[in-house]
């Protein structure tokens, strides 16, 4: 359902009451008994996922899967899928800049990219009374899995020309990915950045706010919005970068303090984190119930700012902890 998503953060950030909006989508394999595995090889699966969460919880978007292998498979890397954990990349597909002189840029739709591309169009379908969002990486956490994490960090100070090669060819499929979302009627998308985080302020605007910022200038519009996300721990030290990028929404993650980083995001911008993902699968309610209202008391006299995850959520996390997070933030509204 196509909607005019300038007006939707605008009405997000005047309302007194805001809905919560984690990254939320692995933990349904509990609720469909089904394994990781099957979630990510079927559009028709996903789609259904999608929909039970939608019904399940009064979230403020649906969000699809954050599966950040999706496109560095895509690329021809290996990835590692167990039943219950997110899929991994493993191996080092770029290793020098010869391979990176050979890396071909793939067609929108190879590997897996389709089925994800057919599920949010199935979703769309599916969910029509809020804005459905698509999870993808971003393009300097995209070189690092197709690099190797450790070796694309050190490759920025010892051979930055390959890490710039890699990234042009990351951001030119990026592009073309998130335009197909769009084209598939998704109403924006959350580019996970995290790997951004563990930079130096002077790498992040050298290495990822570039690239960031060509590709949100490039699908973004009205009815297109994109939401930032970077859980890494120097995300404050580059607040200026990455507002640079232009997105229309920002995501952090809990390494950070979150009152913090609403007070440097401007009000015009949705400003979104940041309850520590670990606590959902570790935790109790009670954890859960107060890491929310810690945040929400922080947080919530900005009227930009809105509660989630500071990531998202892993496959097996709890239930039980899922719904207390809903309960705390209805509480925290209701005056409880």
């Known amino acids: 359902m196509k909607r005019d998503m300038s007006a939707w953060k605008d009405q997000v950030i005047a309302a007194p009451v805001k809905k919560p909006m984690p990254i939320l989508t692995f933990p349904v394999i509990q609720l469909m ?33 954050m599966d950040l292998s999706l496109e560095a498979e895509s690329f021809g890397a290996e990835i590692l899928v167990n039943d ?28 897996r990219t389709q089925i994800y ?26 070189a690092g899995r197709l690099m190797d994490t450790a070796k694309v960090m050190k490759a920025c100070k010892k051979n930055p020309q390959l890490v ?24 924006g998308i959350v580019m996970a950045e995290p790997l951004t985080g563990l930079l130096s302020p002077k790498m992040a605007v050298d290495f990822s706010e570039p690239y960031v ?9 009205d009815d297109f919005i994109v939401i930032y996300h970077n859980c890494g721990n120097n995300t404050m030290l580059m607040m200026d970068s990455i507002l640079r990028v232009g997105a229309k929404g920002y995501h952090f993650g809990n390494a ?35 890491e929310t209202r810690s945040v929400m008391d922080a947080c919530c006299h900005a009227p930009h700012f809105v509660i989630s995850s500071g990531c998202d959520i892993p496959p097996i996390a709890k239930w039980e902890n899922i719904d207390a997070f809903y309960r705390a933030a209805a509480d925290f509204y209701a005056g409880k």
């Open 256 to 290: 950070i303090s979150m009152a913090e980083a609403v007070s440097k995001c401007p009000g015009g911008l949705l400003c979104m984190g940041n309850v520590n993902p670990a606590t959902f699968t570790f935790g109790t309610p009670e954890d859960i119930a107060r």
């Open 33 to 65: 008994g089904i394994t990781v595995k099957e979630l990510i090889s079927d559009s028709e699966t996903q789609a259904k996922a999608m929909k039970l969460l939608a019904d399940r919880d009064d979230s403020l978007a649906s969000v699809s899967m």
């Open 84 to 111: 219950d954990e997110v899929p991994a990349v493993i191996g080092c597909l770029v290793p020098d800049q010869a391979a990176a002189d050979a890396l071909v840029v793939p067609e929108v739709g190879v590997g």
């Open 164 to 187: 710039h090669t890699v990234m042009k060819k990351c951001t030119q499929f990026l592009i073309a990915y998130a335009k197909a979302y769009r084209d598939a009627g998704a109403n």
């Open 117 to 142: 591309l057919d599920a949010m169009a199935r979703s769309v379908e599916l969910i029509t009374d809020r804005p459905v969002l698509a999870g993808i990486i971003g393009p300097y956490s995209l």
């Open 213 to 221: 910022k060509e590709i949100v200038d490039a699908v973004q519009t």
